[in-house]
Every structure is written in C-alpha cells, then in structure tokens.
C-alpha cells in the first residue's frame, strides 16, 4: 500500500517550510497517557495562541511573540496580526496587553476554543435584567473541555476562571464557539450529546442535540453561524440548523469513524477527516460530495477502511484562502491540498500527529502531537484568482439552491457550486 497515487512522484510534491516549535517540557510522568496535545487554536483576532500541553496545562501565547522567532521564506516576521500592542485605546483608556499564560485545568484538556464578543449580539435568553458577567468587545475567553466532562471558561488576558459549566457525563472531546461573537457556545462529548450554552447568559445550557448514537468527536459552525457540523464514531455526518435546534440531514459516505470537520471561509464547502484514509469535501447544501483526498492507495476495501488500517486521517483544516486544506495522519505525513488539484501541493513530516489549524491569516498551518509539543510549517502560498474571489464573494450570501437560480450559462452555475474548481 502507497500513501499516493501511481501517477504521483513523491519526490516532486514541494516540501514545506519549517517555521518554529513549541516544545513541553520534559517530567517523569511524561511517557504516561494525557501528555497529549489534543487541541490547537488561534484567538479569531490574532492575538494568541494556544495549545493543550498535556497533563491538565494549557498555554497561552502572543502569536506576535511565536512569529518574532519564526522564519517565513528566510525572512523574520514581526507583530503580524497583533491587534493589541498599543497600551491604550483611542479614550485613552488601559488595553489589554498579551500576556503569556499557563493555566493548570485540574483534569485533562481535550478541547479549546476561543470566543470574543459583539455587544450587539444579545443573549438569546429573553427578559434578563441581571446578569454576574458583563462581557465587553475587547473581552477574550478561552474555553477548555476537560476529561471529567466538565467546561472551565477562562478570561484570556488574565488567564482567570470565570465560569465552570457542568453538565456533561463524560469528555468533552470538541468545543466550539458561534463566529458571530454572540458566545454561543458548542460542546461536543463522549456522552453521545452536543450541548449548547449561552455565555452571555453566565453560561447557562440552552439546548441538548442528540441523534449520535456513539461518541461525539467535533463540531464546527458555518461562517455565517447559522448551521453547526458534527461528526463522531459510527461513520456519523450530521448538520444542524442552529436557528431552530433541529437535524437538517446526516451526510452518509464515510466508511469509519469522522473525527474532525470544518467549513469553507465561504460556507459553501465542508470537510470531513476520517478513519477510512479519506477527507471528503461536501457540499453542505446539498449533501453532496465533490471532493475525496485520499491517504491510501490503492484506496482500502470497505472491510480495511472500516479497521486499523495504519492511514487514519486524525484531523483537516481549511485555510482562509478557501483553496488550501490540510490533513494529518497517521502515515506521519502533512498533506497540504488545493482543492483544484488531485495530488497534495505540498507535504511535510510529522509523527504522532494528531490536530492541525491554520493561523487567521493562512499563512502557518500549526500542528500538534502525542508529545504535547506544536510545530508549525509556512503554508504554501496560492495566488487566488479573481474568478475564486468572486465565487466566494457570491457563496457567502447565496446557497447553492440559489446559485442554481440565477439566470447565467450553466457552467457559471457549476464553476459557483464548485463542481468545476
């Protein structure tokens, strides 16, 4: 078995550049399970970093402070995406300033997310007239979902706990917050549930998704915060209007476990990493698939996909370029794809690796391991075209229901739905 396809010379596939690492520090207990790192994250404004070390630590890290030491094509980046760095605001008022933090969680940390707020954007619980947190625009919360199913919510620039939410009887495995800093926030868990929780309501739980059947591995809003992907053991796709609190559809076609999910910048494409050796790229509209990277080929019968078939696809991000995805597995290979293209763009070494993300710009793709350490690798730069800026500037407001409406020639419509990339 090959980990690419004949018509592809792995020798030709660019390698990516190796910017920096984030290294745990080494303890006795270190070989022992909970080292890992479970969960990369970057704060949506660029501030931060952060990553689950293992036994029970997270830390907390000025993105500004990672890139003065990372080489980008051999050049020192400096303070890019720091929104913070000035002390005062235009009132003249005291900033918060990044700090560097570690924070001990009291169990082990699955999940992170990071959520900031919009004053315009309410609670959804009606007639408050009291509330213990007041969240502001400049607040930053860091959520953690631990082993004993419970949420420690964290305030970023202090690194103090504000909220221990509870209601969940085993890991929460995923945590992820609405984009539309409203802090709606949801949990996925082992308790075969989704949970969705109100921070601007002091956390209280507004709603309990079921129709899993085994575990819950990760949940991810659309761009618009308007649909919600999940996806667990038992091969299960499932989305969900988040409006109502109701299934729109489960997605059926893979042959394992899905364990990681994420949409387009555009909303119009949906990832899935799974088990099998495969990430599909759906349609979220139409519960289509468009797209299948595979890990393994020739690509496994249903029985070996279905099994320990030593390719399992761990985690899959999408950029923001809305072009580039990249997956881990357990073949010990980075893969960064276009999504015009067959074959990886670029790939790179790692083992043990288990999460990946893209930094808010697209430019570092950060990836974490068994070790508890992150590294973290230059993404290859993909020039987009005017035509692909315009088709996400079309799909971020238009379904493909209603792409399908519009009265121009039928390979506008399929370049729109992405059915010609």
């Known amino acids: 078995m090959a980990s690419f396809p004949d018509f592809v010379n792995k020798n030709e596939i660019a390698k990516s550049w190796f910017v920096g690492e984030l290294l745990t520090p080494s303890a006795p207990f270190d070989q ?47 303070n890019v995406g720091d929104r913070r760095l000035s002390t005062q605001n235009s009132d003249g008022q005291q900033k918060n300033i990044p700090r ?76 992820t917050f609405a984009p539309d800093g409203s802090l709606i926030l949801v949990s996925a868990s082992r308790d075969k549930t989704l949970r969705v929780w109100d921070l601007k309501d002091d956390g ?45 559809r489960k997605l059926e076609g893979h042959h394992n476990d899905v364990v990681s999910c994420e949409f387009s910048p555009d909303g119009a494409l949906l990832a899935t990493a799974s088990y099998d050796t495969r990430v599909l790229v759906w349609d979220p509209c139409t519960g289509s698939v468009l797209l299948e990277f595979g890990h393994l080929f020739p690509p496994p019968s249903l029985i070996f996909a279905g099994g320990e ?31 015009e293209q067959k074959s990886p763009q670029a790939i790179a070494p790692l083992s043990n690796g288990l999460c990946c993300a893209f930094s808010i710009d697209g430019s570092v793709l950060a990836a974490g391991t068994r070790d508890g350490s992150v590294y973290f690798w230059a993404t290859p730069r993909i020039i987009s075209s005017l035509q692909h800026l315009c088709r996400m500037a079309i799909r971020r407001v238009m379904s493909t229901d209603e792409v399908k409406k519009l009265p121009v020639p039928d390979r506008v419509v399929d370049f729109l739905s992405y059915r010609i990339m």
Request: charged share 20%; hydrophobic share 40%; with cysteine.
């Open 309 to 339: 078939n030593d390719r399992w696809v761990r985690s899959v991000s999408f950029c923001h370029d809305g072009q580039s995805i990249a997956s881990i597995a357990d073949d010990r290979i980075i893969r960064f794809w276009n999504i």
């Open 100 to 175: 560097e933090h570690t924070i001990d969680c009291g169990d082990v940390v699955w999940g992170l997310a990071f959520g900031s707020s919009v004053p315009e954007k309410q609670s959804r619980c009606a007639n408050i007239e009291w509330h213990r947190f007041k969240f502001g625009q400049d607040q930053l919360l860091l959520a953690t979902g631990l082993n004993n199913g419970r949420i420690k919510i964290w305030d970023v620039y202090t690194g103090k706990l504000l909220l221990n939410l509870m209601d969940h009887t085993e890991v929460v495995r995923d945590l």
């Open 204 to 248: 209280n739980m507004i709603k309990v998704l079921r129709g899993h059947q085994s575990w819950v591995y990760c949940s991810a809003f659309s761009p618009d915060s308007s649909v919600l992907c999940s996806v667990g053991a038992g091969k299960a796709v499932f989305l969900w209007d988040m409006d109502t609190y109701t299934m729109i």
């Open 32 to 78: 022992k399970s909970g080292r890992e790192t479970w969960t990369v994250s970057f704060a949506p404004d660029s501030s931060y970093f952060a990553w689950s070390q293992g036994h029970r630590i997270v830390r907390l890290i000025p993105w500004s402070q990672c890139l003065n030491n990372f080489m980008l094509d051999g050049n020192v980046i400096n």
